[in-house]
């Protein structure tokens, strides 16, 4: 399994400014494998949670959430726990850190918050898109994307990015994320003052 | 997967011992080759965690051919002894892996006829990781009690949920013949690294 991400600038009327190259994704981290595992075996294990709690959780790779946005598959009878996630802390989450990545890393060194006050972007809603099976070249995939926004007044710099996905524990009636994947950002990419940041991982395998 | 420099792998060995457990040979840890377009399916079908219905034009097979909608992870591979439909199987098959692989090219049956061979139940070793790398295996024993030998030119991982679709698919890079009353244990040890 191969993971690359990729990073879109847009300006404030969201033409491309400028296209990254793919970077190679290192890595998956430990909660990954953990709930893999769990996803196979209907396991439970403990995992580090992104509040750096060590607790069983329930099964879930889920990272795809249109948090902040129109949510579809909201169910009514969870809203209340669904509204205790913060929008930065599932699916794609970015952060300013710069310290070496660790097997055993749950949380991203220093997160950026979302929100547009000094050191902060918008998080707009994290999607799923492009899956496809090329039976040509043996490859499959699909990509996990979200796109920030600088409402700050400053330019703001990503030195690392990473996946969180929605945690679930006591019969899914609490959430707390746990981080899956941690990449540093090398070199930075710098986001002013009314631009976006489209953020873009691809997963795939090939035969 | 060996085109990657990837850090999330996919690795298999084997050992086939006599029927006293007297160990005959032990494989190298091998590359696998590799996951199947189910895989990354029912990957993404975890991240989201919900039916492929709401995202017309992503399907999956099962080991029959048919095509669905997973409405269920479908990555749950523990299976019972005898049971050849889920967890890790064996075949006789040697045609190259296609990345449309839903199926063993000919699996092998369980029992003790002719060509057949004894499914235990599908084992896990807990997740374990070092300072570099997480990890945990998936374990199977195959025993031989046909009476005759039996070759084993493939294998896979079936995951099970509303319906059974391939995971992976390998073919041995030698196959292995297993004598009779011999038995063959593999192992996927599935992991990440930094």
């Given at each position: 399994m191969d993971i690359k991400f990729q990073f879109e600038k847009l300006d404030k009327n969201k033409n491309i400014v400028s296209v990254s190259p793919k970077y190679q994704s290192k890595s998956f981290v430990e909660n990954f494998l953990k709930l893999l595992f769990m996803d196979m075996i209907v396991g439970g294990l403990n995992i580090y949670g992104i509040d750096g709690v060590y607790r069983g959780m329930g099964a879930s790779l889920r990272c795809v959430v249109n948090m902040g946005g129109e949510?579809?598959?909201?169910?009514s009878a969870l809203a209340d726990d669904w509204n205790r996630?913060?929008?930065?802390?599932?699916?794609i989450i970015i952060g300013s850190g710069t310290e070496p990545i660790l097997?055993?890393?749950?949380?991203?060194?220093?997160k950026i918050h979302?929100?547009?006050?000094?050191?902060e972007l918008e998080y707009l809603p994290c999607s799923g898109t492009n899956f496809t099976v090329n039976t040509g070249t043996d490859v499959a995939s699909f990509e996990i994307i979200r796109i920030f926004r600088n409402n700050t007044g400053d330019p703001i710099t990503i030195n690392e990015m990473g996946i969180s996905q929605i945690g679930s524990y006591s019969g899914y009636s609490y959430y707390t994320p746990a981080l899956i994947i941690r990449d540093l950002v090398d070199p930075g990419q710098t986001v002013d003052d009314g631009e976006y940041l489209k953020a873009k991982y691809t997963i795939q395998i090939a035969a | 997967m060996t085109k990657y420099n990837n850090k999330s792998s996919l690795l298999y060995n084997y050992t086939i011992a006599d029927k006293n457990d007297t160990i005959l040979k032990k494989s190298r840890l091998k590359k696998c080759n590799s996951y199947v377009a189910n895989f990354i399916s029912l990957l993404r079908n975890a991240f989201y965690n919900y039916s492929f219905a709401w995202w017309p034009g992503t399907l999956t097979k099962t080991t029959d051919g048919s095509v669905y909608r997973p409405?269920?992870?479908?990555?749950l591979v523990s299976s019972t002894t005898g049971?050849?439909?889920?967890g890790l199987v064996v075949g006789s098959g040697d045609t190259a892996v296609d990345?449309?692989?839903?199926?063993?090219e000919t699996i092998i049956a369980n029992g003790?006829?002719?060509?057949q061979l004894q499914y235990s139940a599908v084992t896990f070793g807990a997740p374990t990781e070092t300072s570099t790398v997480a990890k945990f295996i998936v374990t199977r024993t195959f025993t031989n009690g046909s009476g005759g030998d039996v070759t084993i030119k493939e294998i896979g991982l079936i995951g099970r949920g509303n319906y059974d679709s391939l995971l992976i698919r390998d073919v041995l890079t030698s196959p292995e013949t297993i004598a009779h009353t011999e038995k063959i244990t593999f192992n996927y040890t599935l992991q990440t690294s930094l």
């Open positions: 949510d579809f598959h909201r169910v996630l913060a929008v930065s802390d599932v699916g097997i055993t890393d749950y949380q991203l060194q220093t979302n929100g547009n006050e000094a050191g | 409405s269920t992870q479908n990555l049971d050849i439909t889920q990345i449309e692989d839903y199926s063993l003790t006829s002719a060509g």
